[in-house]
C-alpha cells in the first residue's frame, strides 16, 4: 500500500447539524472526492476541526469514509492528539477496521524535546503493520522534527513511510528528499503545491481540494507526465484561491465557499470555531467568482 499512498488527499470536512456530525452529508462528500478523482482520502486532517470531536466520533467518521470508499481509493486516517492514550485509541481503532495508512500529528501544545517525539511515534506505532506518516506542522503544534528525527525513526520502524509538510520551508523538504529520496512527502501548505511537487513531493494533502477535487489532480498527473507548463497554470489559476484558505483559520473559509458552491448546506463549526463573519463571506464570494466556482 505505501506504492499507492501519492496524488491528491484531500482533508475532508467534517458536516455539523446542530452541533452533531452530519453523517449522511460526510458520506457524500467522500463519494464527491471519489467522482472528482481524488486519490485518496484523509479522514479527521486538521480541516476535519478533530480537536472538537470526541474520539467516538473521529472513530466515526474513519468507519464511514472506509465503508464508503469501499478499497476503490486508500483511507488515510489521521491520528494524532496531544495525548500518547488518546492517539493510541484513534491509531488502534483505525488499524483494525481497516485504514490503509495513518498520519499522526507532533504533540501539539507541550513543545517536547526531540528525543520524547521519537519515542511517542515508536510508541504509538509499534504494533502497527500499515505505513504511517508523520504531520509536521509547526505552526499549529509549536513543534518542528529535525532530519535527525526523521532519520532514526527511519531506523527503527519499518513502516514509517513519509511526512505531510505544512511549513513555508522547501529548503527543508529538499534536504530530506535529497537524504532520504524514498520518503514520501505530502504538501500541507497549498501555495507550495506546484513547487513541492516539482522538487519530489509525492502528492497533496490540502484544505482547498475541498471545493474542487480534479483541479489538485489534474496538478499531480501535469507533474508525474512532466508536463511543468500545464502544472504551473494551474498553480497559477488555484492561487487566489489558495491564499482564500487562510483569510481566517481553517477551515472557516472553506466550509463557507463549499456552502456557497452547494457543497454544504451548513458551514457550521463547532466552538470556540465560529462561521465566517460578512466582511469575509463577502470577500470570499469574489474569489468564487473569479475562479468561476459561483
Known sequence: MSKALKGSIPPVITPFSNNEIDLASYKKLIEFHIEEGSHGILVNGTSAEPSTLTVEERNQLVDVAIVTANKSVPIVAATGSQSLLETKALTDHAVAVGADALLI????????PQRGI?????????????????????GRAAVSITLETIKELKERSPNFAGMKHAVNDLGFVSRCLAKFPDFKIFVGLEELSFPELAIGAVGLMNAVGNL?????????QAVWDNDLEKGKA????????????????NPIPIKYMMKRMGLLSSNEHRLPMTPAAPEL???LDGVLER???I
Open 118 to 138: 521519537i519515542e511517542y511515534y515508536i510508541e504509538v506505532t509499534k504494533d502497527v503493520d500499515i505505513p504511517w506518516m508523520i504531520y509536521h506542522i509547526p
Open 212 to 220: 474542487r477535487p480534479h483541479i489538485l489532480a489534474d496538478m499531480c
Open 105 to 112: 500529528v507532533t504533540p501539539y501544545y507541550i513543545k517536547p
Open 291 to 293: 475562479a468561476g466556482l
Open 281 to 283: 463571506e463577502k470577500r
Open 234 to 249: 494551474i498553480h497559477h489559476q488555484l492561487f487566489e484561491l489558495n491564499e482564500s484558505v487562510f483569510y481566517d483559520t
